[in-house]
Protein backbone atom coordinates (compact mmCIF):
# COMPACT_ATOMS: atom_id res chain seq x y z
CA UNK A 1 0.00 0.00 0.00
CA UNK A 2 1.59 3.52 -1.09
CA UNK A 3 -0.88 5.70 0.56
CA UNK A 4 -0.43 7.97 3.24
CA UNK A 5 0.00 6.06 6.26
CA UNK A 6 -1.11 6.86 10.22
CA UNK A 7 0.17 5.33 13.55
CA UNK A 8 -1.79 4.68 15.64
CA UNK A 9 -5.47 4.15 14.31
CA UNK A 10 -6.87 4.81 18.01
CA UNK A 11 -5.59 6.21 21.01
CA UNK A 12 -6.51 6.32 24.59
CA UNK A 13 -5.20 7.81 27.04
CA UNK A 14 -5.67 9.88 30.44
CA UNK A 15 -6.05 13.52 30.79
CA UNK A 16 -2.46 15.00 31.54
CA UNK A 17 -0.70 12.60 29.79
CA UNK A 18 1.41 13.10 26.21
CA UNK A 19 0.62 11.23 23.54
CA UNK A 20 2.38 10.98 19.72
CA UNK A 21 0.90 10.25 16.40
CA UNK A 22 3.44 9.38 13.52
CA UNK A 23 2.17 10.03 9.68
CA UNK A 24 4.18 8.43 6.51
CA UNK A 25 3.04 10.14 3.59
CA UNK A 26 3.56 9.44 -0.22
CA UNK A 27 6.88 9.12 -0.53
CA UNK A 28 7.43 11.82 -3.42
CA UNK A 29 4.94 14.24 -1.86
CA UNK A 30 6.84 17.60 -0.34
CA UNK A 31 3.74 18.86 1.48
CA UNK A 32 1.97 17.41 4.58
CA UNK A 33 -0.35 18.93 6.63
CA UNK A 34 -2.16 17.81 9.33
CA UNK A 35 -6.49 18.39 10.57
CA UNK A 36 -8.70 17.45 13.06
CA UNK A 37 -12.09 15.97 13.06
CA UNK A 38 -14.85 16.17 15.50
CA UNK A 39 -17.84 14.24 15.24
CA UNK A 40 -20.11 15.65 12.37
CA UNK A 41 -17.82 18.50 11.34
CA UNK A 42 -15.27 19.05 8.59
CA UNK A 43 -11.77 18.62 8.82
CA UNK A 44 -9.73 22.10 10.87
CA UNK A 45 -6.85 22.99 9.31
CA UNK A 46 -3.86 22.79 12.16
CA UNK A 47 -0.59 23.08 10.43
CA UNK A 48 1.08 21.54 7.46
CA UNK A 49 5.18 21.16 5.79
CA UNK A 50 6.67 21.66 2.36
CA UNK A 51 9.45 19.35 2.92
CA UNK A 52 10.91 19.98 6.59
CA UNK A 53 9.90 23.41 6.71
CA UNK A 54 6.45 23.98 8.92
CA UNK A 55 5.06 27.47 7.33
CA UNK A 56 1.95 27.72 8.64
CA UNK A 57 0.11 27.09 12.05
CA UNK A 58 -3.49 27.10 12.58
CA UNK A 59 -4.55 29.29 15.85
CA UNK A 60 -6.12 26.19 17.08
CA UNK A 61 -3.18 24.55 17.45
CA UNK A 62 -2.14 25.21 20.87
CA UNK A 63 1.27 25.84 22.78
CA UNK A 64 0.38 22.01 24.04
CA UNK A 65 0.76 21.05 20.45
CA UNK A 66 3.56 20.23 18.21
CA UNK A 67 4.90 18.84 14.74
CA UNK A 68 7.79 17.89 13.33
CA UNK A 69 8.97 16.31 9.50
CA UNK A 70 12.70 15.86 10.34
CA UNK A 71 14.25 15.27 6.83
CA UNK A 72 10.93 16.26 5.31
CA UNK A 73 9.52 12.44 5.42
CA UNK A 74 7.35 11.16 8.04
CA UNK A 75 5.94 13.68 10.44
CA UNK A 76 4.94 13.87 14.24
CA UNK A 77 2.20 15.69 15.83
CA UNK A 78 2.71 15.46 19.78
CA UNK A 79 0.27 16.66 22.08
CA UNK A 80 1.47 17.23 25.42
CA UNK A 81 -0.54 17.62 28.75
CA UNK A 82 -3.90 16.01 27.04
CA UNK A 83 -6.86 17.73 27.61
CA UNK A 84 -10.76 15.92 26.98
CA UNK A 85 -11.35 18.41 24.37
CA UNK A 86 -8.40 17.16 22.17
CA UNK A 87 -10.51 13.92 21.91
CA UNK A 88 -10.67 13.56 17.80
CA UNK A 89 -9.62 12.24 14.62
CA UNK A 90 -6.42 13.60 13.58
CA UNK A 91 -5.79 13.34 9.58
CA UNK A 92 -2.50 13.50 7.73
CA UNK A 93 -2.37 14.37 4.55
CA UNK A 94 0.21 14.75 1.85
CA UNK A 95 0.48 16.39 -1.61
CA UNK A 96 2.87 16.67 -4.14
CA UNK A 97 3.65 20.42 -3.45
CA UNK A 98 4.18 21.96 -7.07
CA UNK A 99 0.88 23.68 -7.21
CA UNK A 100 -1.77 25.22 -5.17
CA UNK A 101 -4.65 23.70 -6.71
CA UNK A 102 -3.37 20.23 -5.60
CA UNK A 103 -6.27 17.39 -4.26
CA UNK A 104 -5.11 15.62 -0.97
CA UNK A 105 -4.07 12.63 -0.61
CA UNK A 106 -5.32 11.69 3.20
CA UNK A 107 -4.63 8.72 5.81
CA UNK A 108 -7.03 6.99 7.50
CA UNK A 109 -6.48 9.20 10.98
CA UNK A 110 -6.20 8.75 14.44
CA UNK A 111 -8.88 8.63 16.75
CA UNK A 112 -7.79 10.19 20.04
CA UNK A 113 -9.96 9.02 23.09
CA UNK A 114 -9.40 11.97 26.22
CA UNK A 115 -10.67 10.37 29.43
CA UNK B 1 -15.31 36.15 9.21
CA UNK B 2 -14.97 33.52 6.33
CA UNK B 3 -17.93 30.76 6.26
CA UNK B 4 -18.61 27.82 4.84
CA UNK B 5 -21.68 26.33 5.09
CA UNK B 6 -23.21 22.68 3.99
CA UNK B 7 -26.72 21.41 4.51
CA UNK B 8 -26.14 19.27 7.86
CA UNK B 9 -28.99 17.45 7.46
CA UNK B 10 -28.92 13.68 6.03
CA UNK B 11 -30.17 13.54 2.59
CA UNK B 12 -31.99 10.78 1.68
CA UNK B 13 -32.92 9.46 -1.92
CA UNK B 14 -34.12 6.09 -3.54
CA UNK B 15 -31.87 4.40 -5.53
CA UNK B 16 -31.56 5.48 -9.14
CA UNK B 17 -32.30 8.80 -8.51
CA UNK B 18 -30.17 12.05 -8.69
CA UNK B 19 -28.34 13.55 -5.54
CA UNK B 20 -27.99 17.09 -5.33
CA UNK B 21 -25.94 18.80 -2.64
CA UNK B 22 -24.94 22.33 -1.37
CA UNK B 23 -22.06 24.27 -0.48
CA UNK B 24 -22.09 27.86 0.35
CA UNK B 25 -19.83 29.96 1.30
CA UNK B 26 -19.15 33.99 2.88
CA UNK B 27 -16.49 36.36 2.74
CA UNK B 28 -13.93 34.31 0.47
CA UNK B 29 -13.07 34.43 -3.15
CA UNK B 30 -11.48 30.72 -3.91
CA UNK B 31 -9.23 30.12 -6.53
CA UNK B 32 -11.03 26.21 -7.13
CA UNK B 33 -13.25 24.30 -4.72
CA UNK B 34 -12.96 20.74 -4.07
CA UNK B 35 -15.16 17.86 -3.19
CA UNK B 36 -14.20 14.92 -1.00
CA UNK B 37 -15.84 11.61 -0.14
CA UNK B 38 -15.68 9.88 3.47
CA UNK B 39 -16.80 6.98 4.71
CA UNK B 40 -17.12 6.46 8.87
CA UNK B 41 -13.88 6.17 10.06
CA UNK B 42 -11.62 6.56 6.90
CA UNK B 43 -10.08 9.95 5.85
CA UNK B 44 -11.50 11.80 3.27
CA UNK B 45 -10.96 11.03 -0.80
CA UNK B 46 -10.58 13.16 -3.48
CA UNK B 47 -13.42 12.97 -6.05
CA UNK B 48 -13.28 16.69 -8.14
CA UNK B 49 -11.75 19.75 -8.47
CA UNK B 50 -13.30 23.00 -10.60
CA UNK B 51 -11.69 25.98 -10.95
CA UNK B 52 -13.32 29.65 -10.62
CA UNK B 53 -13.06 29.96 -14.18
CA UNK B 54 -15.02 26.69 -15.06
CA UNK B 55 -18.64 26.54 -14.83
CA UNK B 56 -19.14 22.46 -14.53
CA UNK B 57 -17.14 19.94 -14.14
CA UNK B 58 -17.99 16.26 -14.85
CA UNK B 59 -16.34 12.68 -14.11
CA UNK B 60 -18.41 9.59 -14.64
CA UNK B 61 -21.92 9.95 -12.73
CA UNK B 62 -20.50 13.14 -10.61
CA UNK B 63 -21.26 16.50 -11.62
CA UNK B 64 -20.05 19.73 -9.95
CA UNK B 65 -20.72 23.73 -10.97
CA UNK B 66 -19.23 26.76 -9.26
CA UNK B 67 -20.79 29.64 -9.62
CA UNK B 68 -18.42 32.56 -8.19
CA UNK B 69 -21.33 35.25 -7.98
CA UNK B 70 -23.54 33.66 -5.72
CA UNK B 71 -21.13 31.53 -3.83
CA UNK B 72 -22.25 28.37 -4.24
CA UNK B 73 -21.32 24.81 -5.81
CA UNK B 74 -23.65 22.31 -6.59
CA UNK B 75 -22.74 18.34 -6.65
CA UNK B 76 -24.50 15.76 -8.43
CA UNK B 77 -24.79 11.76 -8.42
CA UNK B 78 -26.90 10.88 -11.06
CA UNK B 79 -28.51 7.34 -11.03
CA UNK B 80 -27.41 7.16 -7.21
CA UNK B 81 -26.27 3.77 -6.00
CA UNK B 82 -26.38 2.89 -2.38
CA UNK B 83 -22.77 2.64 -2.58
CA UNK B 84 -22.57 6.07 -3.40
CA UNK B 85 -23.54 6.55 0.71
CA UNK B 86 -21.30 8.43 2.62
CA UNK B 87 -20.71 12.13 4.15
CA UNK B 88 -19.20 14.48 1.05
CA UNK B 89 -17.21 17.33 2.08
CA UNK B 90 -16.41 20.33 -0.36
CA UNK B 91 -13.02 22.17 0.67
CA UNK B 92 -11.62 25.87 -0.65
CA UNK B 93 -8.37 27.56 -0.48
CA UNK B 94 -7.90 31.18 0.19
CA UNK B 95 -7.72 32.78 -2.60
CA UNK B 96 -5.19 34.85 -4.38
CA UNK B 97 -3.91 35.39 -0.68
CA UNK B 98 -2.84 31.80 -0.04
CA UNK B 99 -0.07 30.23 -1.82
CA UNK B 100 -0.03 27.28 0.88
CA UNK B 101 -2.46 24.51 -1.14
CA UNK B 102 -4.29 24.93 2.02
CA UNK B 103 -8.07 23.94 2.00
CA UNK B 104 -10.88 24.95 4.33
CA UNK B 105 -13.35 22.24 4.62
CA UNK B 106 -17.07 22.40 5.35
CA UNK B 107 -18.69 20.51 7.67
CA UNK B 108 -19.91 17.83 4.91
CA UNK B 109 -23.47 16.12 4.33
CA UNK B 110 -24.07 12.95 4.65
CA UNK B 111 -25.76 11.37 1.75
CA UNK B 112 -27.76 8.00 2.01
CA UNK B 113 -29.23 5.85 -0.82
CA UNK B 114 -32.27 3.64 0.18
CA UNK B 115 -32.29 0.04 -2.28
Known amino acids: DTGVSQDPRHKITKRGQNVTFRCDPISEHNRLYWYRQTLGQGPEFLTY????????KSRLLSDRFSAERPKGSFSTLEIQRTEQGDSAMYLC?????????????FGSGTQLSVL | SQKIEQNSEALNIQEGKTATLTCNYT??????LQWYRQDPGRGPVFLLLIRENEKEKRKERLKVTFDTTLKQSLFHITASQPADSATYLCALDLGVSSNTGKLIFGQGTTLQVKP
Open chain 1, 49 to 56: FQNEAQLE
Open chain 2, 27 to 32: NYSPAY
Open chain 1, 93 to 105: ASSLGRAFNEKLF
